[in-house]
């Protein structure tokens, strides 16, 4: 296959919809938390274990739920996951209590990963092997969008709407892939027939552990300073609470395009990208410490940290399954395990440094984190890829 033709696609139009969806179910539920509270009459702390249990049940069970799965059918794994994840977000909206809420959550949480997993592997086989990065690009747009609209588009359908309309958006956006991927996606979109004991063997590698490591860092650099973005964009650069959501789009616009270019990137030479992305997000970070003097200064920032914060999923994406041919899926999953520990560590650290050094202390953990992702991923350039800065391994 040396192009890809007209009709493949819609395909990856569906698959990145599914991934829009699963992380609008991830994350749009902190938009409304305090709906939440009043409706269920819990606190603060209780209403946040949705998100905890949520990324809990990602990082212990992700990697084993992909390898029991990857013996079935992609599209048909695919389908079933995008099923559940529109079945629990309609239950959802008429939970009776805040326990079954929480018990709704978990079911989505054990298939985010399988989905995710299985996406790339899908989207990646509808192109030929020098484009695969475009395609790992083109889904990410869904992920990334989720991640960063999920919040205002369930804030936004409550205010308007109703508790319930936010957990039905969800449903309607992941039957519609569903549908989509029934349709469109080939049937010869299947995984390869590998054994669990191949697939297991990957573990033994020393170079993915050191790029797990890095992903993990990098992720925690990213969230220490996400997790705030609200908090940061009121108290340290002024701008009001009406018009923090219209920023956090911005960042959006800004990751999506950030994305997209660090998948070109990428496919010209893998490890060269790797290298300064870190870089380029601890700049995002030191610009953002300074702050705008002006709204239009206050958007060519978010546009610049959202086009760094974003790029960061298909990078350390890459780099970790590189490392795994082999069992691509398995690989996915255990990426998708450790940056959601990331993200939780991240999010911790994020709040001690804010305790301890004010608001403007999330820049300093991010920029901590972010050296222990630069020590990882130069230990594995200098030990196993020190030819990689000058040849792109991809090709």
């Not at 493949?8 to 902190?30: D, M, Q, R, S």
């Not at 299985?118 to 889904?139: C, D, G, I, M, R």
């Not at 009001?240 to 789009?249: D, E, F, Q, Y």
């Amino acid at each position: 296959m040396n192009e890809l033709n007209r009709s493949h696609i819609n395909p990856i139009f569906f698959i990145a919809l599914g991934l829009f969806g699963v992380y609008t179910i991830e994350f749009g539920v902190v938009g409304i938390l305090p709906t939440i509270m009043e409706r269920y009459n819990v606190s603060t702390s209780q209403a946040g274990m949705l998100v905890g249990v949520f990324a809990l049940v990602i990082a212990l069970c992700g990697p084993f739920m992909v390898l029991l799965l990857s013996k079935y059918n992609r599209k048909n794994v695919m389908i079933v996951s995008l099923l559940i994840f529109a079945g629990s977000s309609l239950l959802s909206a008429y939970a009776p209590n805040f326990n079954v809420l929480l018990a709704l959550r978990i079911i989505p949480a054990l298939f985010h990963p399988v989905y995710f997993s299985f996406a790339f592997a899908a989207a990646v086989s509808l192109y030929p092997k020098e484009k695969s990065t475009q395609a790992s690009a083109k889904a990410f747009v869904g992920t990334s969008m989720g991640m960063v609209l999920g919040i205002p588009i369930t804030t936004y359908l409550v205010d308007q709407f109703s508790f319930e309309a936010a957990f039905i958006f969800c449903a309607i956006v992941n039957t519609a892939a569903c549908v989509g991927i029934a349709i469109m996606l080939p049937k010869s979109s299947k995984a390869e027939k590998v054994s669990y004991g191949e697939q297991l063997d990957i573990l033994r590698k020393v170079p993915l552990w050191i790029n797990i490591g890095a992903a993990t860092f990098l992720f925690a650099a990213m969230f220490s300073v996400y997790s705030y973005a609200a908090e940061y964009l009121e108290q340290v650069m002024g701008v009001s609470g009406t018009i923090v959501s219209v920023m956090l789009v911005i960042f959006g616009v800004g990751g999506v395009a950030g994305n997209l270019l660090a998948g070109r990137l990428i496919g010209k030479n893998m490890v060269r990208t790797t290298v300064f992305h870190p870089i380029v997000l601890a700049i995002s970070f030191l610009i953002l410490y300074m702050g705008g003097k002006s709204i239009i200064a206050n958007i060519v920032i978010m546009v610049l940290w959202g086009a760094a914060h974003t790029s960061g999923l298909i990078v350390t994406q890459i780099w970790l399954t590189s490392e795994a041919p082999e069992a691509p899926e398995f690989a996915t999953g255990l990426y998708i395990s450790f940056i959601n520990l990331g993200v939780s560590i991240g999010s911790l650290a994020g709040g001690w440094f804010i305790t301890n050094s004010g608001m403007k202390g999330t820049i300093w953990s991010g920029l901590f984190f972010i050296m222990l992702a630069l020590l990882c991923i130069g230990s594995k350039v200098f030990y196993f890829n020190r030819k990689g800065l000058q040849v792109n391994r991809l090709n």
